[in-house]
Antibody, heavy 120, light 107 residues
Framework: QVQVQESGPGLVKPSETLSLSCTVS??????????WGWIRQPPGKGLEYIGN???????YYNPSLKSRVTISVDTSENQYSLKLRSVTAADTAVYYC????????????WGQGTLVTVSS | YELTQPPSVSVSPGQTASISCSGD??????ACWYYQRPGQSPVLVIY???KRPSGIPERFSGSNSGNTATLTISGTQALDEADYYC???????????FGGGTKLTVL
């Protein structure tokens, strides 16, 4: 069974870049049927899909965040990462790494989530 | 693409709760549902419109037709109180869209 776990700083200053990593265990990140993604949830609010990437290099980004987001895969470390540039307080949220299964269109595996606060 | 859910639904214990999710031609896509308890990660309860992952009780069911997908919980229990999110998948772009979430209250 695939498991994913987020890591990264819990505090980021405004205008800087938020960087998180997600470590994958239980299977190779080069698995063809998986898309490696990120979701965020601001405190007290709903889920927002940030985007995903496939090991082949194809990516999908939420149009509202596309200009600031990069999701990339590191097959040597079996990890993938999120970079969100020029952050503001509105980017404060719990960030989840997730695994999207293309065959069913579902997010079958979730990390426990990590709170990232944007503040000076 | 947008999915619309009611912000809240209330149900008495033992009764049936229905949560709707509306989107343009949603019936032509696969819809799935997650529940999320406070402080926890979401859990998949329905996928491909009506299928249940292993471990999800039979009281959870789903349907999807036209512009609306519906999650139905029969014999609702207190432990079903949670936020519920619908989700659609675009197989062309691998894009994911969530509904705004529905808070289910069992009282």
């Amino acid at each position: 069974q695939v498991q994913v776990q987020e890591s990264g700083p819990g505090l980021v200053k405004p205008s800087e870049t938020l960087s998180l990593s997600c470590t994958v265990s239980g299977g190779p990140i080069s698995g063809r049927g998986y898309h490696w993604g990120w979701i965020r949830q601001p405190p007290g609010k709903g889920l927002e899909y940030i985007g995903n990437t496939h090991y082949s290099g194809s990516s999908y980004y939420n149009p509202s965040l596309k200009s600031r987001v990069t999701i990339s895969v590191d097959t040597s470390e079996n990890q993938y990462s999120l970079k969100l540039r020029s952050v503001t307080a509105a980017d404060t949220a719990v960030y989840y790494c997730v695994v999207a299964v293309a065959a069913t269109g579902t997010l079958d595996y979730w990390g426990q989530g990590t709170l990232v606060t944007v503040s000076s | 693409y947008e999915l619309t859910q009611p912000p809240s639904v209330s149900v008495s214990p033992g009764q049936t709760a229905s949560i709707s999710c509306s989107g343009d031609k949603l019936g032509g896509k696969y819809a799935c549902w997650y529940y999320q308890r406070p402080g926890q990660s979401p859990v998949l309860v329905i996928y491909q419109d009506f299928k249940r992952p292993s471990g999800i009780p039979e009281r959870f069911s789903g349907s999807n037709s036209g512009n609306t997908a519906t999650l139905t919980i029969s014999g609702t229990q207190a432990l079903d109180e949670a936020d519920y999110y619908c989700q659609a998948w675009d197989s062309t772009t691998a894009g994911v869209v969530f509904g705004g979430g529905t808070k289910l209250t069992v009282l």
